[in-house]
Nanobody
Framework: QVQLVESGGGLVQAGDSLTLSCVAS????????MGWFRQAPGKEREFVAG????????DYADSVKGRLTTSRDNAKNTVYLEMNSLKPEDTAVYYC???????????????????WGQGTQVTVSS
């Protein structure tokens, strides 16, 4: 089992940048694909970004391509989500999640992820 703790959220203005971190503890971090999801008020949780076990592959939702970048530091058991050119529609609670399947493909659906953090709020004002 793995425990995930996100940090780095906050209130920013449109156009600003923010970097979220997610620290994992427990079982070997390198056995998990990692994903980022977000949930805006009144909306379903949606996939934002994912990164493979060794960090060599990433995947992004079309709505964030070119603005958000995920990376990981396996030595620090940490995954990051760098967010640039933030928009008010990026306002949401952001969650990191760990996929403990043996798939070689990064998952983009919630069902692929067995472990979740508590979330961190990102608010973008216009």
């Amino acid at each position: 089992q793995v425990q995930l703790v996100e940090s780095g959220g906050g209130l920013v203005q449109a156009g600003d940048s923010l970097t979220l971190s997610c620290v994992a503890s427990g079982r070997a971090f390198t056995t998990y694909h990692m994903g980022w999801f977000r949930q805006a008020p009144g909306k379903e949780r949606e996939f934002v970004a994912g990164i493979s076990r060794n960090g060599g592959n990433t995947d992004y939702a079309d709505s964030v391509k070119g603005r958000l970048t995920t990376s990981r530091d396996n030595a620090k058991n940490t995954v990051y989500l760098e967010m640039n050119s933030l928009k008010p529609e990026d306002t949401a609670v952001y969650y990191c999640a760990a996929d403990n399947s043996w798939s070689t493909v990064i998952g983009t659906t919630m069902g692929r992820y067995a472990y979740w953090g508590q979330g961190t709020q990102v608010t973008v004002s216009s």
